[in-house]
């Protein structure tokens, strides 16, 4: 069975700073990686996501994140943040499987506040 | 393009009180259904997936339960709501032999 481990639950940074919200997993095969976003009262929003190809994947509002197999990571990362930015993001793994039902299992979260 | 709908996207209800939330999808058909629960502190939860109409999987044992009625129609039931029931709700919905979830604008429920 995958996990996911987001490994901080609340991270504070200034506008126009950089940042960087953490995400680990745990499988024993191929995976699909996702990030997600989620403002106050609404469902989630893909942000991004790794299928296949190259490692860096990004999104059109200047996230990325990098898929490292070797350190089962999938962190996602900024260099300027800005206050719309504020938000929760989750973390989320699906196990590749033709035949399968593409379970997502998401991580607890990140609460990333923008201070202007 | 694909949109996912929900309602209502706020219910308040007694204890003992049944419950129905809807979810439907347009622009898309036989797509794989799910119903999610965040509560606070406890990340999101999947309750209930579907292959399609009438083929319902439960992976949490509660009082709560799911139909699909129709393809594109995916409904959360309850008999008699408790105070745990509370909570917000989501639906998303996957493509056939497509990776990727995409999620409704989600039901605030509150318990009384």
């Known amino acids: 069975a995958q996990s996911v481990t987001q490994l901080d639950s609340q991270v504070p940074v200034f506008e126009e700073a950089p940042v960087e919200l953490r995400c680990n997993y745990s499988?024993?095969?191929?995976?699909?990686l996702f990030w997600y976003v989620q403002y106050p009262n609404q469902g989630l929003q893909l942000l991004l996501k790794y299928l296949s190809g190259s490692t860096l994947v990004e999104s059109i509002n200047g996230f990325e994140a990098e898929f490292n197999k070797s350190q089962t990571s999938f962190h996602l990362r900024k260099p300027s943040v800005h206050i719309s930015d504020t938000a929760e993001y989750f973390c989320a793994v699906s196990l590749f499987s033709g035949a399968g039902s593409y379970q997502l299992t998401f991580g607890k979260g990140t609460k990333l506040s923008v201070i202007p | 393009s694909q949109t996912i709908h929900q309602w209502p996207a706020t219910l308040v209800q007694p204890v003992g009180s049944p419950l129905s939330l809807e979810c439907t999808v347009e622009?898309?058909?036989?797509?794989?259904l799910y119903w999610y629960r965040q509560a606070a502190g406890r990340g999101l939860q999947l309750l209930f997936y579907?292959?399609?109409?009438?083929?319902i999987s439960s992976e949490v044992p509660q009082n709560l339960s799911a139909s699909r009625p129709q393809d594109r129609q995916f409904i959360l039931s309850s008999k008699k709501l408790l105070l745990s029931d509370s909570g917000f709700y989501l639906c998303?919905?996957?493509?056939?032999?497509?990776?990727?979830?995409?999620f409704g604008p989600g039901t605030r429920l509150l318990v009384l």
């Open positions: 579907s292959v399609g109409i009438g083929q």
């Open positions: 998303a919905w996957r493509g056939r032999n497509q990776e990727t979830q995409y």
């Open positions: 499988s024993s095969v191929s995976v699909y």
């Open positions: 622009g898309t058909s036989n797509p794989n």
